[in-house]
């Protein structure tokens, strides 16, 4: 039996529309506040010279193109799929630490716990280890009502594979249409979730690709005038020892 079987699907477009306005305005926040002295510091100067760029432009298009792609999947997975499994499950945001959603079906007088994650690979040793300590933290509030307790994680996209190895884990881990079929009882609503979606990221599209070029923009400036000669050839060892050196 699915967690929730009666999902409102206005409060899940109304939620979709938020995280993506919440999404976009993040991400164009950061984009506004490139420093490429900042960027310079954290890159590979030797890299760039081994590919024999010849340009600030090129450079500059190389760590801004790279700060999007790593940036874009931590602000969206951060942001947009919490408040949709909020809306879908018709449950509550939780209070303990660890947990996003909590769901007391008082009918079967259960208690589920919910940790929403991104994608199937978030977790390390020590990561997974915490998970597994904010679930029994949870239980005891179960516990304190005398309710049946379940705990899940819930992977929004990609497949989770179950190895049967081990000892019995205290939750189940969910991916994509799975999960998303759990919480709504809607084995399509994985796919629904793009549907919903409609024209809402179109209109953020102006407003991004102005803050991305004002950025390549300033950035190429800003690299010129602190690593390129007079005749604006670039200052290999210049970037070098500012990226590198003892001061």
């Known amino acids: ?25 993040i991400l164009i926040e950061k984009i506004d506040g490139l420093n490429i002295q900042k960027i310079m510091k954290r890159k590979n100067p030797y890299l760039y010279r081994a590919k024999a760029m010849e340009s600030a432009a090129e450079i500059v298009e190389s760590v801004l193109t790279a700060f999007v792609s790593s940036s874009e999947e931590t602000i969206f997975g951060n942001c947009f799929f919490e408040p949709i499994a909020l809306a879908a499950s018709g449950g509550n945001k939780a209070l303990a630490e660890g947990i996003d959603i909590m769901i007391h079906n008082k009918e079967s007088n259960t208690i589920s716990a919910i940790a929403v994650k991104s994608g199937p690979s978030v977790f390390n040793a020590d990561s997974k280890k915490r998970q597994e300590q904010n679930f029994m933290a949870a239980s005891k509030l179960a516990q304190q009502v005398k309710a049946r307790y379940e705990a899940y994680i819930g992977y929004c996209y990609g497949k989770k594979k179950e ?10 881990e969910l991916a994509g249409k799975r ?11 994985y796919v629904k979730i793009i549907g919903y979606m409609g024209t809402m990221p179109e209109q953020y599209v102006a407003g991004y690709k102005e803050s991305y070029h004002k950025a390549a923009n300033r950035l190429v400036r800003e690299f010129s005038n602190s690593f390129c000669r ?7 060892e210049k970037l070098v020892e500012f990226n590198s050196g003892d001061s």
Not at 12 to 25: G, H, M, P, Q
Not at 230 to 236: F, H
């Open 179 to 189: 999960f998303w079929a759990e919480l709504t009882g809607d084995d399509e609503f």
């Open 1 to 25: 039996m699915a967690l929730n079987n009666s999902y409102d699907e206005q409060a899940v477009i109304r939620a979709i529309a938020s995280a993506l306005d919440t999404f976009y305005e």
């Open 163 to 172: 190895t049967g190895r081990g000892r019995p884990k205290m939750y189940q």
């Open 230 to 236: 007079e005749d604006g050839s670039i200052d290999w």
